[in-house]
């Protein structure tokens, strides 16, 4: 006797599987026309293998809503999913999945809510500053583009000459840290990142004063194991673990560097300097700041010729 027959079923390839159509509505059910959908991630029929980006080979990087909100995406290969961010003036950025296929799939924006507040030192406005936005729990996307933490990118805005901000469409049912951009108030002080939520569209959320203090400084030098002196023009970049912060600052020829009003924290050290790097392929040097600091010395070794 035979054994029992194996039926197997495979997706059917279609041009209709390269491509996700879409419609980006409002709240209220109308079109949103020059909305930005932008190519973020794609699911491949080939090994079901999912790609984040962007840029991602063969799909379009982004597309814009028509006067009837629609638009449409292309893959060069078959696909089953892919992942957009969508951004459209006066509403609140969002993340969504459309599978490909024939049926336009509706992505609805709604309002987002503003955070407001003013950033002061010495009892002073302080102008011409920039303010970061991040969430406290960043994140990434997991199997089948779930959301996990929020993914949004850094916001930024200035501050006006009385020192206040205004940062609108944030998303809500988000967490947030504010804080002084280091490399705008380097010379000035430094802040402590300030918390805060955003809970529903349309909510105004005011953080009030965010001081600018004194914070600590970090000298150091980078030092090449084959005793040669620092290019021109190469760099050392120091970035903060809390928030999407840093300062970039160039080495001298003796590879000394400097940086400013750091605020207390955990912080990673990137040298750049062409044709050397640190030891077991590292690309940082992880630090503490607690007080001002004057001998930290990074050891860049060249690195391996390629034959």
């Excluded at 059917?12 to 026309?33: E, M, S, Y």
């Excluded at 840029?55 to 893959?75: C, M, R, S, W």
């Excluded at 970035?239 to 750091?262: A, C, H, P």
């Amino acid at each position: 006797m035979s054994g029992p027959t194996v039926l197997i079923v495979r997706p059917q390839i279609t041009d209709l599987t390269r491509a996700v159509k879409g419609r980006v509505l409002d709240t209220a059910g109308n079109p949103v026309q020059d909305a930005v959908v932008t190519s973020e991630g794609v699911e491949a029929y080939a090994e079901w293998r999912a790609m984040v980006g962007p840029p991602i080979p063969g799909l379009d990087p982004l597309a814009v809503t028509n006067d009837k909100g629609n638009f449409e995406l292309v893959y060069l290969n078959p696909a089953k999913r892919m992942l957009l961010s969508v951004e459209a003036r006066t509403l609140a950025p969002k993340f969504a999945v459309l599978t490909t296929g024939p049926n336009r799939q509706d992505i609805q924006l709604s309002k987002g809510a503003t955070i407001r507040g003013r950033l002061v030192g010495d009892g002073k406005p302080v102008g011409n500053a920039e303010i970061g936005l991040i969430a406290q729990e960043r994140g990434g996307f997991g199997p089948q583009f779930t959301i996990v933490g929020s993914p949004y990118s850094e916001v930024r805005v200035g501050t006006q000459e009385d020192g206040s901000f205004t940062i609108s469409n944030v998303p809500t049912q988000v967490q947030w840290y504010v804080y002084a951009k280091m490399e705008s108030v380097a010379r000035r002080g430094a802040t402590e990142p300030k918390a805060c939520a955003t809970t529903r569209p349309q909510e105004i959320v005011n953080v009030g004063d965010i001081q600018l203090r004194p914070g600590y400084y970090l000298k150091g030098r980078v030092l090449l194991s084959d005793g040669k002196s620092v290019r021109e023009g190469m760099r050392v970049t120091i970035s903060t673990e809390r928030v999407w912060d840093s300062q970039t600052v160039i080495l001298d020829k003796s590879g000394r560097f400097e940086f400013l009003s750091l605020p207390k924290g955990k912080y990673s050290i990137s040298p750049a300097v062409r044709g050397y790097s640190l030891a077991k392929g590292q690309s940082e040097v992880d630090t503490s700041i607690e007080r001002d600091a004057d001998d930290l010395v990074i050891s860049l070794s060249p690195d391996p010729v390629a034959h």
